[in-house]
């Protein structure tokens, strides 16, 4: 337990010298918020029809692009390599990375989602939703790119294939989540949506670390 | 202490070694020579248990590798010729996490290891803005911290001065002395104090 929270906090300490790793995912959020009503219609009757799908894609594109990052500073300076060597579990490291990485991503999403929300015109009934199921769901988003991340990380360019491999793993939550907010912004109960969302955190959380310890090995034993 | 048999190796469908056998005793050091290409590195990951490509057994005190590969992490050290420094954290900051990461780097305190490299007065500074042999003596910092039995090290020499070399081929004089093994790579001509280098050509061992 004490090298899960000495990775995170060493992982957290990383980002906090970086901050571009912080920004780059919100910017990308928000600008993709600022540019669809003008894109396409700033009605806010239109808008605050799409929102809940809107919103999901760019916070689902926000955790995908920067999922690609949560390994490869690791494994080119070398950092990956004594991180295999070492008698300490592998999976308890993933699971500190994969954490660290969603409260960069998920979460701060999550956080800044009402202003995005506003500006979209969603009604206020619909808040919670919104803001409930990005937090039950990006975790997902980061436990399943971060096996798509492991994969690719020996490759000089993985960014496409990354989007390839984890893309279709995304659409389950994509749909429960934009559905959530759907539901709840039209007043209807959203239990059955979260409960949904959180299964499919319970499933990935189970499986995901030990897909992710596997890639990892592959990547750096094939170097 | 490490034994290593019948191993076949190839890579972009170029035999490194064939029925390489390689015995490593206690207080004993290894140099494993041969051109650029030839493997060394490669063998040096094998025997970490960092490369798949390979065929063979490898014998952690007798007994196989997978089997106790737990117990072979704790009592090896590796410095691979990637140092695993990140540039954004303190010397200090790296040693800590390298010292959470394998609790056998529990000789010294982290501040009496960056003294020993001369790095006393840098621990915060990040380590970006030190100059490649000082980053490559934060690495190295671990080998005075260590107190694992079997040392392997890639090129642990690159970017060093005569100084920092001479300290380092001390240091595994001692590491020797108290029974502990090295295995090491290196264009250096070694000279450690009062131990003889079994060199192991691995130009030699190919079959072309």
New interface residues.
């Given amino acids: 337990m004490s090298?899960f929270f000495?990775?995170l906090k060493?992982d957290l300490?990383?980002v906090f010298?970086?901050r571009n790793d912080i920004i780059n995912p919100l910017a990308f959020f928000l600008m993709v918020a600022v540019l669809f009503p003008l894109g396409i219609s700033p009605d806010p009757e239109f808008l605050s029809e799409v929102a809940p799908g809107v919103i999901w894609v760019a916070a689902l594109l926000a955790c995908l692009l920067s999922v690609d990052g949560i390994f490869r500073?690791d494994y080119?300076?070398?950092?990956l390599?004594?991180?295999?060597?070492?008698?300490?579990s592998l999976l308890v490291l993933v699971l500190a990375k994969v954490l660290s990485h969603w409260l960069v991503s998920g979460f701060c999403l999550a956080v800044i989602s009402p202003l995005v929300a506003m500006m979209f015109f969603l009604p206020e009934q619909g808040y919670p939703a919104l803001i409930m199921s990005l937090i039950l769901g990006t975790p997902t988003l980061s436990l399943m790119g971060a096996i798509g991340a492991g994969l690719t990380v020996g490759l000089r360019k993985g960014g496409v294939l990354i989007s390839l491999l984890v893309l279709p793993l995304y659409i389950p939550v994509l749909i429960f989540g934009a559905g959530t907010v759907h539901a709840g912004s039209m007043g209807l109960p959203i239990q059955g949506y979260l409960a949904l969302l959180g299964a499919i955190l319970i499933f990935s959380l189970m499986l995901a670390p030990f897909a992710i310890a596997a890639t990892l090995k592959i990547s750096?034993?094939?170097? | 202490m490490l034994a290593v048999k019948n191993l076949f190796c190839e890579r972009d469908e170029r035999v490194l070694f064939a029925n390489f056998s390689l015995q490593i005793n206690a207080a004993e050091v290894v140099q494993i020579i041969g051109q650029n290409g030839s493997g060394k590195t490669t063998l040096l990951r094998i025997l970490c248990g960092l490369s798949d490509a390979y065929t063979g057994e490898i014998y952690w005190q007798g007994t196989d590798l997978d089997e106790v590969r737990e117990e072979y992490y704790q009592a090896m050290l590796y410095v691979g010729h990637l140092a695993g420094v990140k540039g954004s954290l303190t010397a200090e900051e790296n040693l800590r996490w390298m010292m959470q990461l394998d609790h056998s780097l529990n000789k010294c305190s982290i501040a009496e290891a960056l003294k020993q490299v001369g790095l006393f007065g840098f621990e915060d500074v990040p380590c970006h803005s030190l100059s490649a042999g000082q980053q490559r003596r934060v690495g190295l910092a671990r080998l005075y911290l260590s107190s694992a039995p079997l040392w392997i090290l890639d090129e642990p020499f690159t970017a060093l001065d005569k100084k920092g070399v001479k300290e380092k081929e001390a240091l595994i004089a001692r590491h020797t002395q108290e029974g502990g093994a090295v295995i090491l790579t290196t264009h250096h001509d070694l000279t450690i104090p009062g131990q003889t280098i079994r060199p192991i050509d691995l130009d030699q061992v190919a079959v072309a």
């Fill in positions: 090298f000495a990775a060493r300490l990383l010298r970086h500073g080119e300076d070398g950092s390599e004594q991180m295999l060597v070492s008698p300490e750096v034993r094939s170097r």
